[in-house]
């Protein structure tokens, strides 16, 4: 929008001023999209290899992970790690993903290790109500 507005004639101070940028910047902006035309500016593909799980699949896993507790695949343990996400995923979607690629994933989904609550299964009851 800002070189479109550069081409039209407006000052580049005050485009840059309207859109927190430098005028220098504009500057360079409109020159390139008057020489190469305004949809050379267009954001361009990244590069690089495509995603293994679609949305819909990543989600999937979010609710299993979220809404799920890997005891009932019984697993001696109350918290996923990797491993055990990217074995489910192949299990369950028939897709190899990489322990790597389960961490970048759980950080994509916002999704922070945690620690189990371990005082939830070691506590004597009895002796808390006593108390």
Not at 60 to 70: K, L, N
Not at 116 to 128: F, Q, S
Request: hydrophobic share 35%; charged share 30%.
């Amino acid at each position: 929008m800002a070189a479109q507005r550069y081409l039209e004639g407006e000052s580049p101070t005050r485009i840059a001023a309207s859109y927190g940028v430098s005028a220098v910047s504009v500057h360079r902006w409109g020159k390139h999209a008057g020489e190469a035309g305004i949809e050379s500016l267009s954001p361009k593909p990244k590069p690089g290899r495509p995603r293994k799980l679609t949305r819909e699949e990543e989600d999937e896993v979010f609710r299993w992970v979220v809404g799920g507790d890997p005891r009932q695949l019984r697993l001696d343990f109350g918290f996923w790690i990797r491993k055990i996400i990217a074995d489910e995923i192949e299990r369950r979607l028939g897709i190899a993903i990489s322990v790597t690629s389960v961490g970048e994933l759980l950080h994509r989904l916002g999704i922070s290790p945690q620690n189990p609550l371990r005082r939830a299964y070691e506590r004597d009851e009895v002796a808390m109500k006593s108390r």
